[in-house]
């Protein structure tokens, strides 16, 4: 079993920056990759970013591309979303999720291809 603890979100202004952090424990985080996911009310989860189980591959939704940066600390086994020049379309619950890819090149990026979720953390951007 996997557990996964999100944290870092908050109510930030638009053009303001967060960064969530995820930390995870279970199993070994370093050989699988991970993602970040967000879903705003009345509205189905979404693909933000994914990052190889080394972090030599990383995967990004448009919509926040050059905006966000995913990244990984394995020493840690912490996994990081920093969110910069935010917009209030940004707004929902970020979810991290750990995969079920071990050691390979693949970015998953559909909710189906991760086994273990967090509970979700809020952010908030106001304009």
């Known amino acids: 079993q996997v557990q996964l603890v999100e944290s870092g979100g908050g109510l930030v202004q638009a053009g303001g920056s967060l960064r969530l952090s995820c930390a995870a424990s279970?199993?070994?985080?370093?050989?699988?990759?991970m993602g970040w996911f967000r879903q705003a009310p009345g509205k189905e989860r979404e693909f933000v970013a994914t990052?190889?189980?080394?972090?030599?591959?990383?995967y990004y939704a448009d919509s926040v591309k050059g905006r966000f940066t995913i990244s990984r600390d394995n020493a840690k086994n912490t996994v990081y979303l920093q969110m910069n020049n935010l917009k209030p379309e940004d707004t929902a619950v970020y979810y991290c999720a750990a995969s079920g890819y071990r050691r390979t090149d693949h970015s998953p990026r559909s909710p189906r291809e991760y086994k273990y979720w967090g509970q979700g953390t809020q952010v908030t951007v106001s304009s």
């Open positions: 279970g199993r070994t985080f370093s050989d699988y990759a």
């Open positions: 990052i190889t189980w080394n972090g030599g591959s990383t």
